[in-house]
């Protein structure tokens, strides 16, 4: 007899179905499974042997054939077990095969017969409800991640025994509760800009940053407050869409590292140690999994110490950062992870931090400064379209009385320019040049000092886009139709590392560039 049951296989952060088929026939005893399956796919059938005899339900003495369609797609992880056994049993007659009809089954199991959770169960739930299935059939250790888009549609079981009692009399025990069902994850108070002193211009950079999704670089010496900036950014951003929070809590299942199954409605930040390889963070492996980058998607993610990463290890940012996307070519697929992230990076001015600072001397040579700036190639920096000197805190800011603002209030103003943004579909940062043509141009005033900038200072075309996204930033935070020479102008202030400055000082740009604006060039 042929049976037959619905299943999924995950590629990147999203489900793919697939059918599992099992045929018996004479001929030597055995499990024989085909359809690409990887090592862990062609080990379930010792796991599911097991499983079935402690179940009472052991494998005929027949030639068992499993097949997993469709044939060319890759099968991978342990969620193939349950599926294997319930088909293996509708195939001997053991169970009804119209039971299986209209479910969606996925679950490893153990030796002994019990179910365990899997990886991704929330985007298992959005394929169930995709496919217009009846429900899903899973470990009741996911019971909190699938029930928040499938509700009564899920089924949750602990052993192989319990989802044969429900597919034969269709009861089922009720999935425990988690402690606090399925709320979004509760996360402690964001960190507030009132914390940090001084700073005026780095802090209208976040702002700026937060309105409009661009990429930071912070330069700047040890202790001045790089690190309090980016952390503070989350709390500038708006909350997660409906959309987003599926999108972000299934990136976060894919890579089984969502919390008791809950759903995140606060925006990612990762910060990842300098030691990280290439594949740790932009994704990949043998599975592949996602990286820093994805789990930072529609989030931040901030980097430390910039020239202590790896130059390779940086260099791979370059297109996911800009595309929005990471692409992963595996023999013959390709997996997508997404990337919509504020990419926030902060580094020295030199080796031990104190160039160009007038109260320590700088010990580094110029051939060790150069070194350590040539670790962050051009082409990265130039994709940060904002690019600011944090000079060290001076006493009377640390000990004003007068606390800075907080971030409730540049928040306020965020969510505003967001809002004008949403209006014409997407975020400055991700503005193409024809909708900057579109939305951006400047005025007759705002393009001859841009002119004048891009000639003086050697900017590239990407600068040059960058400044006008930039610029159409700022507007919406002064809530301007159009971008003028006022917005044009602070935008050209944000690209520091271009910008060369007298006596080799803490803003001395990563690049020769020509000489600076003078202030009539501005006018």
């Known amino acids: 007899m042929l049976a037959r049951v619905q299943s999924l296989t995950l590629l990147g952060i ?136 499938l509700g009564s549609g899920f089924i949750g079981v602990k052993t192989l025994a319990e989802a044969i009692r429900y597919l034969t009399t269709g009861i089922a025990d ?30 209208r950079a976040l702002e700026v940053a937060a309105a409009g999704g661009h990429h930071l670089l912070m330069v700047g010496p040890p202790g001045c407050g790089k690190t309090m900036l980016a952390r503070r ?74 020239p202590e990463f790896g130059r390779a290890t940086l260099d791979v940012l370059r297109q996911p950062i800009e595309e929005g996307e990471v692409l992963i070519t595996r023999e013959n697929r390709t997996v997508r992870f997404p990337a919509r992230l504020t990419l926030v990076a902060a580094m020295n001015p030199c080796p031990c931090g104190h160039l160009g600072r007038g109260d320590r001397p700088c010990g580094c040579t110029p051939a060790l400064v150069a070194h350590y700036r040539q670790r962050v190639s051009g082409p990265l920096v130039d994709r940060f379209d904002l690019q600011v000197i944090v000079p060290p805190v001076e006493g009377k800011d640390l000990r004003g009385a007068v606390l800075p603002e907080p971030s409730e209030a540049v928040a306020l103003r965020v969510a505003a320019a967001r809002e004008r943004q949403a209006r014409r579909g997407t975020l400055n940062a991700a503005l193409t040049p024809a909708l900057l043509r579109r939305h951006a141009w400047p005025d007759p005033a705002g393009r001859r000092l841009l002119d004048r900038a891009l000639r003086l200072l050697g900017l590239s075309a990407r600068a040059h886009d960058g400044i006008l996204r930039v610029a159409r930033t700022l507007a919406d935070l002064d809530h301007a139709e159009g971008v003028g020479a006022a917005q044009v102008g602070e935008a050209i202030q944000y690209r520091a590392i271009d910008r060369p400055t007298e006596g080799g000082s803490a803003a001395a740009p990563l690049h020769p560039q020509p000489e600076p604006l003078a202030a009539s060039d501005q006018r």
Do not use: C, M, W
Request: glycine share 12%; charged share 20%; aromatic share 2%.
């Open 14 to 149: 999203d489900a793919f179905p697939l059918t599992v088929e099992v045929d018996f026939s004479n001929g030597l005893p055995g499990v024989h499974t085909v359809g690409l399956p990887d090592a862990a796919v062609r080990e379930s059938a010792e796991r599911v042997r097991a499983a079935l005899r402690h179940a009472g339900r052991p494998i005929p003495p027949k030639r068992v054939t499993i097949s997993l369609a469709p044939a060319d797609l890759r099968k991978q992880g342990s969620a193939l077990d349950l599926p294997i056994a319930l088909a293996i049993l509708a195939a001997d007659g053991a169970i009804p095969a119209t039971g299986l009809e209209g479910l969606l089954v996925a679950g490893e199991l153990g030796l002994d017969g019990g179910v365990r959770s899997i990886r991704g169960a929330l985007p298992t739930a959005v394929l169930a409800r995709r496919l217009g299935l009846r429900g899903v059939l899973l470990p009741a250790a996911n019971a909190a991640e699938a029930r928040i888009l």
């Open 174 to 203: 009720p999935p425990p509760e988690p402690p606090g069902g399925t709320a979004a994850v509760a996360r402690d108070p964001e960190p507030d800009l009132s914390e940090v002193r001084g700073q005026a211009q780095a802090r």
């Open 233 to 306: 950014l989350p709390g500038l951003l708006p909350g997660l869409t409906p959309d987003e929070t599926i999108e972000v809590t299934s990136i976060y299942s894919v890579a089984g590292l969502l919390p008791e199954g809950r759903l995140l409605r606060a925006r990612p930040f990762r910060a990842p140690h300098h030691t990280i390889s290439g594949i740790g963070l932009v994704g990949g492996g043998r599975g592949p999994r996602p990286g820093e980058v994805t789990l930072a998607h529609r989030g931040v993610l901030f980097l430390d110490e910039l």
